[in-house]
């Protein structure tokens, strides 16, 4: 079992930056570990994703801006987020599923509590 906590989230102006980070408990070894996030009125979408082989995949809306990496001796995952914008405000989650990563949120079995990323123009 795997049990995943955010922290890091908060409030900035446009350009900001934040870094967001998943303590993860439990052994997750060989998981894909990913950040998704869910807006007001919105479906929950993928930010980033890093799988076992280190490979990275970003949305489109963040690539350049937000970088997700894995600190496998702290049992960490993180986010920087960099020039962020209003439309980034959102619940962001982190998730882990054993094995490669899949396509769509529902195949991910554990997920954080989520926390707040709110950016004012």
């Known amino acids: 079992q795997v049990q995943l906590v955010e922290s890091g989230g908060g409030s900035v102006q446009t350009g900001g930056s934040l870094r967001l980070s998943c303590a993860a408990s439990?052994?997750?070894?060989?998981?894909?570990m990913a950040w998704f996030r869910q807006a007001p009125g919105k479906e929950r979408e993928a930010v980033a994703s890093?799988?076992?082989?280190?490979?990275?995949i970003y949305a489109d809306s963040v690539k350049g801006r937000f970088a997700i990496s894995r600190d496998n001796a702290k049992n960490t995952l993180s986010l920087q987020m960099n020039s962020l914008q209003p439309e980034d405000t959102a619940i962001y989650y982190c998730?882990?599923?054993?094995?490669?990563?899949?396509?769509?949120?529902?195949?991910?079995?554990?997920w954080g509590q989520g926390t707040q990323v709110t950016v004012s123009s």
């Open positions: 998730a882990a599923v054993h094995g490669w990563c899949p396509r769509g949120a529902e195949r991910y079995d554990f």
């Open positions: 439990g052994n997750t070894y060989m998981y894909c």
């Open positions: 890093l799988d076992n082989d280190d490979t990275t």
